[in-house]
């Protein structure tokens, strides 16, 4: 099943600094053997309800096994300082759901 790992930026600096610069210069060779995707990425949306940071990245993969496999990889974690350093939020890795999957489904975990 697809999964997911999202990430809310919570503070971002105003221009990008020569580490946000290369860790998004690197971060796409350590999604390609996991099959990441980027879905969403940036500051193009709008907040309904609640509050919300600067940014919200959105990244797709095969699967939750795929998903954990990336964001702990030695190729990941050796460029997380260059983010970290510079950029806080949350990340979160989730399952999606199967086609056709109506919201009352979640009662049957209940």
């Known amino acids: 099943m697809t999964a ?9 600096p105003a221009q990008p600094n020569a580490e946000v610069v290369e860790y998004l210069q690197r971060i796409d060779a350590t999604l390609d053997p996991f099959g990441g995707r ?16 600067p940014g919200a990245i959105l990244i797709e993969f095969p699967d939750r096994e795929q998903a954990h496999g990336w964001y702990h990889s030695p190729a990941y974690q ?33």
């Open 78 to 110: 050796e460029i997380t300082a260059l983010r970290t350093n510079s950029i806080e939020g949350d990340i979160i890795l989730l399952n999606g759901v199967p086609e056709g999957y109506r919201g009352a489904d979640s009662l049957a975990h209940h």
């Open 4 to 12: 997911y790992a999202l990430m809310h930026v919570r503070s971002v």
């Open 38 to 53: 980027f879905r969403a990425h940036g500051d193009d949306f709008t907040v309904v309800e609640g509050s919300w940071g």
